[in-house]
């Protein structure tokens, strides 16, 4: 069962950082988005939401081909910065984040679009400039769309396997997280130990999914 | 002149074009800018804030150059210092009453506290009787309690003049009238030049002092009124 903890703890750390670095790189091109208008935006669009649709075994692939260590990007990480993505567990929150950003960009896109633009220059004309219009105007009115998206991309991934496995592969206790740990412990014919980590894991979302189905109805009416 | 203003721009919608090019000057304290809807009132206002893009022109208000296309003079509309009362108002609806009106008080990344006490804040709480409401979400008000916090939180920040788009348009009739009389009757004690946009000719007969005809983007005619005696 210790073992079962351990992997809970990497699920939980796994996701709290994919979620974490999806906040920022999501809300961030969300925003963009929603605003700027260029040629080619729907397909830049449907680009960013492909891991949502596509295999996670297919985005594993393309993430060894980039960033594993006989590529470019993956030679230059571990050179400059000693960072290695294959095989460990920060490999894992890249599957994680990739798989899971689309959750978030579409949500937070969908939230900053029902924000009234004349609301942000009524805060023009009050004085505030755009760091101040964004924070006290547009984040607000916008946040609670972004945080349902923001719960989804955690349960999404916790539940990661599929690109996960290909980047970061199975290593008890470092990178083998509940999903992962359930496959291995059936494969093994460890049925205890897979009913364990079943439960444990249905559990740990039903509760994200609460949590996120709360936020969702009863959202603050950003038009008068 | 308290108003300059000589705006151009092109908007393009599809196929369809539609050329805005309004000019007028005027030492009225109390203009009206006239016209049916869809003859460019609103874009020519949203100019004249700097919320909205003119392609060239030139707008002065009391004395202050705030565009100049041809002396590339363009304020920000957060240094023009024009108080804007948008046509549904665009109260914040996240924030109180209290909190709207005291919005434009401090300028950091934080929206003011619900409790916030200001003297300015206080005063028009009190001018306009929003006391009673003060703790209320916008949706919480009635139509002439909207009118009045959009009011409020442009005068807040003592602008220089006051911009008001169709501020009766959603409102009842009698409504309408009684806070025409205030509006007139705030104007003659604060002396504050006011620029109001309308297509109703009540909002004409008791406030203008002078009115100028948009029509099509173009200004059809502008006349000065007598002041009813």
């Keep these: ?224 | 002149m308290i108003w300059n203003v000589e705006l151009r721009r092109e908007l393009v919608h599809g196929r369809s074009r539609f050329a805005i090019d309004a000019s007028f000057a005027s030492d009225a304290e109390r203009l009206v800018l006239h016209g049916p809807s869809g003859a460019g009132k609103t874009q020519t206002l949203k100019m004249i804030a700097g919320i909205a893009r003119p392609d060239r022109g030139r707008v002065v208000v009391a004395g202050r150059t705030l565009y100049d296309s041809a002396a590339r003079v363009c304020v920000s509309p957060q240094e023009r210092r024009l108080g804007y009362v948008f046509q549904d108002y665009a109260l914040f609806p996240h924030l109180t009453v209290r909190q709207n009106i005291a919005f434009g008080l401090r300028s950091g990344w934080r929206n003011p506290a619900p409790s916030i006490v200001a003297p300015a804040v206080d005063r028009w709480i009190a001018a306009f009787q929003l006391a009673p409401v003060a703790e209320h979400r916008p949706h919480q008000l009635s139509g002439g309690q909207r009118q009045r916090t959009a009011l409020a939180r442009a005068l807040v920040n003592e602008p220089t003049a006051l911009l008001l788009d169709e501020p009766f348009a959603a409102l009842d009739n009698a409504l309408a009238a009684r806070l025409r009389g205030e509006l007139k009757e705030l104007q003659e004690s604060l002396r504050i030049p006011l620029l109001l946009i309308t297509h109703d000719d009540d909002d004409l007969r008791v406030l203008a002092h002078e009115v100028v005809h948009l029509h099509g983007g173009r200004v059809a005619a502008s006349a000065r009124v007598e002041e009813p005696a």
């Excluded at chain 1, 689309?102 to 760091?131: I, S, Y």
């Design chain 1, 1 to 224: 069962m210790e073992g079962a903890w351990i992997a809970l703890a990497l699920t939980l750390k796994v996701a709290a950082w994919a979620t974490a670095l999806n906040l920022v790189l999501g809300v961030a091109v969300g925003l963009a988005m929603a605003r700027a208008r260029f040629p080619g935006r729907e397909l830049l669009d449907a680009v960013l939401t492909l891991p949502m649709v596509m295999p996670p075994t297919v985005l594993g692939y393309y993430l060894l081909v980039l960033i594993g260590t006989h590529s470019p990007l993956g030679a230059w990480l571990l050179e400059h910065l000693g960072i290695r993505l294959i095989f460990t567990w920060q490999g894992a929150v890249v599957a994680a984040m990739v798989v899971s950003f689309p959750l978030v960009f579409k949500a937070a896109r969908a939230a900053f679009e029902t924000v009234d633009p004349q609301l942000e220059d009524a805060a023009r004309t009050l004085g505030m400039h755009e760091p101040a219009v964004f924070f006290r105007v547009t984040l607000p009115l916008a946040w609670r769309g972004i945080l349902a998206g923001l719960l989804l991309s955690f349960a999404r991934s916790l539940g990661e396997f599929g690109a996960t496995l290909m980047v970061a592969g199975s290593i008890p206790g470092r990178t083998q997280t509940l999903s992962i740990a359930v496959y291995e412990a059936v494969q093994a014919g460890h049925d205890d130990a897979a009913n364990f980590l079943v439960a444990v894991t249905s559990i740990v979302c039903i509760a994200v999914l609460l949590s996120a189905g709360r936020l969702l109805p009863g959202r603050v009416v950003a038009r008068e």
